[in-house]
């Protein structure tokens, strides 16, 4: 999916870096598309879910990021660095987010390829 959305124009950095090390990152960008884990209880294990910055404001203790998206932006408007113009989130329904891994849930594993089509298409849609 990185090579298909950078031969579109898009630039693309897959980040294991959480919370406050975002800012870097976002940064003066016009628009981002943020792809996380998340445990709302409220879809299917793998169903891809459009997440606002109050969905996520409203779950910030039980981040396991400990320091959050919500956060994040809040200090880079504080010290003035420019957040991004647009920010879209999409979340990933997981089992269990406190766990980490390297490795993919065997649930998750077998729909991969699914689920980087499905973020392509959402990604592409709404430009």
Known sequence: ????????????????????S??????NMDEAVI??????????????????????QQHAPFTSHYVGI???LQLMRQLDLNPPRRLRILGIEVHDPYTISEKVSDKLA??????A???HRIISSSE
């Open 70 to 72: 919500s956060e994040a």
């Open 35 to 56: 792809v996380d884990s998340v445990m709302t209880g409220k879809h299917q294990v793998g169903e891809v879910v459009p997440l606002s910055l109050d969905d996520f």
């Open 1 to 20: 999916m990185k090579e298909k959305l950078e031969s579109e124009g898009h630039e693309v950095e897959i980040l294991e870096k959480t919370g406050f």
């Open 22 to 27: 975002l800012v870097d990152y976002l940064e």
């Open 117 to 119: 089509q499905e973020i």
């Open 110 to 115: 077998s729909r991969v390829n699914e689920l």
